[in-house]
């Protein structure tokens, strides 16, 4: 069976995590540190301004706690995962949803008006960079979760608001042994605060903090996978091009200053089940990327993220999938696209 996704794994990887079981040292230490200064050095920000926790979802609430979300109005795509949903509510916010564009799977954010939100959550799904507004009246969370190491206008995207999330889930573009994820700001202040709130034990007064640390075996692969994301990005662009050159009806950027990560090879089509049910048949995973059931919200409020969730087929793509295989998808999918 060749699976819709799955993670990649290295000998690196395996050396690297059997160093640290070696140590005697599995909790969040030195791993954890150099994976944040790494991460400051893969997005050009001075070190101190990453934070390395214990998932993207992790990651996501702590965003919304550092910005005050509590009884504050938080927008977000209704076309997304539930990690977001999840997230304003343990954060105390009250969730204002935005329909995706016609032609896009990112929210138009550009066209929200300011009195509408307190904080915009902005995640680029597919690994398509959404974009962001120069001025904003709300302050504005990247969820660069399906886009680590996409690029718009020149620079990596997951700065460009107020603060910026990352998720290192098993089959993200890295991962950092199954779960994890990071925290980056160009404001130090946030991100120390977040430090502060993350350290929870030994501390001689009674603030309330709570556990969201990484672990330094988790940190350990994260390094290493950081180390070959350029070389899975180019990867997966390969199984994308060769998607593309089957003539298959892809979703992508609509700009020509974006430089996407192919988290996602999704097309859309006439018939989703009938192509899902016939790559089945020959053995190859497929997948309804966001379902109806899965959007935020009430469907009928939303009618792009509705059509979309009922045209969308998300093929494999992912850096250890052969090209033979690819070109059997590409030419699969054809008939369908």
């Not at 990887?13 to 893969?42: H, M, P, R, T, Y």
């Not at 977040?194 to 988790?218: P, V």
């Not at 994301?229 to 998607?243: A, D, G």
Request: charged share 25%; aromatic share 8%.
């Amino acid at each position: 069976m060749i699976s819709h996704n799955k993670p990649t794994i290295s000998r690196d990887d395996k050396k690297a995590i059997s160093n640290v079981l070696s140590s005697g040292w599995l909790a969040q230490g030195k791993e954890v540190k150099l994976f944040e200064d790494e991460l400051c050095e893969f997005f050009n920000i001075p070190y101190g301004h990453a934070l390395a926790v214990s998932s993207g979802s992790s990651a996501l609430y702590l965003a919304l706690w550092v910005l005050n979300a509590k009884n504050k109005n938080i927008g977000s795509s209704v076309y997304a995962c539930a990690a977001l949903r999840n997230a304003i509510g343990l954060a105390g916010g009250m969730p204002f949803y935005f329909d995706c564009g016609k032609n896009s799977p990112n929210i138009e954010i550009r066209s929200i008006k300011n009195d509408l939100i307190d904080i915009l959550i902005a995640p680029s799904i597919f690994g398509i960079p959404t974009g962001i507004p120069n001025k904003k009246e709300f302050k504005i969370i990247e969820d660069i979760a399906q886009s680590f190491g996409a690029i718009s206008c020149g620079e990596r995207i997951g700065l460009r608001g107020d603060i910026g999330i990352c998720s290192f889930y098993a089959t993200k573009m890295i991962t950092s042994g199954g779960e994890g994820g990071a925290i980056i700001s160009k404001d130090k202040t946030l991100i120390d605060e977040l430090r502060d709130y993350r350290q929870f034990d030994c501390r001689e007064d009674s603030k309330i903090r709570f556990n969201f640390q990484m672990t330094d075996t988790q940190a350990s692969m994260g390094r290493t996978q950081l180390l070959n994301i350029s070389e899975y990005i180019k990867k997966r662009e390969k199984i994308f091009q060769i998607y593309k050159s089957y003539g298959l009806n892809l979703i992508d950027t609509n700009y020509k200053d974006d430089i996407p990560v192919r988290y996602r090879a999704v097309i859309k089509c006439n018939s989703p089940k009938e192509l899902i049910k016939e790559l089945e048949s020959k053995n190859i995973q497929a997948i309804v990327p966001v379902e109806e059931w899965e959007l935020l919200d009430k469907t009928k409020n939303y009618p792009n993220a509705l059509k979309l969730s009922t045209e969308a087929v998300s093929l494999p793509i992912y850096p250890t999938l052969r090209e033979n295989d690819a070109k059997i998808i590409g030419k699969i999918a054809k008939n369908f696209s």
